[in-house]
């Protein structure tokens, strides 16, 4: 099968794209500014008989996400992981920043979905995967432009699921709680000990626990317009 995994470069996306390419998928795995990652990740899959392409896309731009699509010439499973975060008092919130945010964590779902969902709706099956949050679902003080953009990625999911389900198409969301990436390394470790505490399974989240979920997904046939929290309890 066809994959594009948005936002592979790092942290979740990277797991993502890699399971996916070891199940023996075709994967297109896009980067914008870490350029140095997936070509080697390609190579090692390379050696091992599995295919990944790194591709440039910025999520933002229509015409970007075009490109992606007419380099990969096809798309069955689409997982909407680029994302960014912020930590601000609304106070001190721009409008810039929050179109920022906005732009990259739900438009460019908007966008590649449009994209995806013309091949998928020819095939009559398709996967849309968006990678939405636990503030998404709870809201975090501080994180208000972050925590709508993610609350938004819930609400397209839903009302596209019922749209695309009578083609085969299936959408949902993952909410990650805290996961070990480059997004959380502003967090000290006492920062990090406390949110340790208040996640039930006593630790915190890797990319990989993401990436399960996201292999469990594509392979559910019956599951459509849900949000999967995969944060080991953190923020029930
Ligand atoms: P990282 O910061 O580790 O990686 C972010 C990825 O997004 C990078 O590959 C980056 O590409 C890409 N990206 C950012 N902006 C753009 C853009 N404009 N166009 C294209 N790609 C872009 O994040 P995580 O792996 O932690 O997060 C992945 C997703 O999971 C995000 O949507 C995030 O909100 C969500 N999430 C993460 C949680 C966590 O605790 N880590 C918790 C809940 C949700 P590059 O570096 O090449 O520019």
Request: glycine letters at 10%; charged letters at 20%; a negative charge.
């Amino acid at each position: 099968m066809t994959v594009i995994v948005t936002g592979a470069s790092r942290g979740i996306g990277l797991s993502i794209a890699e399971s996916f390419a070891r199940r023996g998928d075709r994967v297109f795995a896009t980067y914008k500014n870490t350029t140095h990652t997936l070509p080697a990740l390609s190579e090692s899959l390379q050696k091992d008989g599995f295919s990944l392409t790194p591709v440039f896309c910025d999520v933002t731009s229509e015409a970007s996400i075009k490109e992606l699509f007419e380099v990969a010439g096809g798309c069955d499973i689409l997982i909407n992981n680029a994302g960014i975060a912020d930590f601000n008092l609304l106070s001190d919130i721009t409008e810039k920043l929050w179109d920022k945010i906005f732009d990259t964590n739900l438009k460019s779902a908007f966008l590649a979905s449009r994209e995806a969902s013309r091949y998928m709706i020819a095939k009559k099956w398709g996967r849309i995967i968006n990678i939405s949050s636990v503030w998404g679902v709870v809201g975090a003080s501080c994180e208000a432009h972050y925590s709508a953009s993610k609350a938004g990625l819930i609400g397209f999911t839903r009302a596209l699921a019922k749209e695309l389900g009578p083609s085969g198409i299936t959408v949902n969301c993952i909410a990650p709680g805290v996961i070990e990436t480059d997004m959380n390394e502003h967090l000290s470790p006492a920062d990090m000990a406390a949110l340790c505490e208040e996640t039930p399974l006593g630790r915190i989240g890797k990319p990989s626990d993401i990436s399960h979920a996201a292999l469990f997904l594509a392979e559910a046939d019956f599951i459509t317009g849900e949000t999967l929290s995969v944060g080991g309890g953190f923020g029930m």
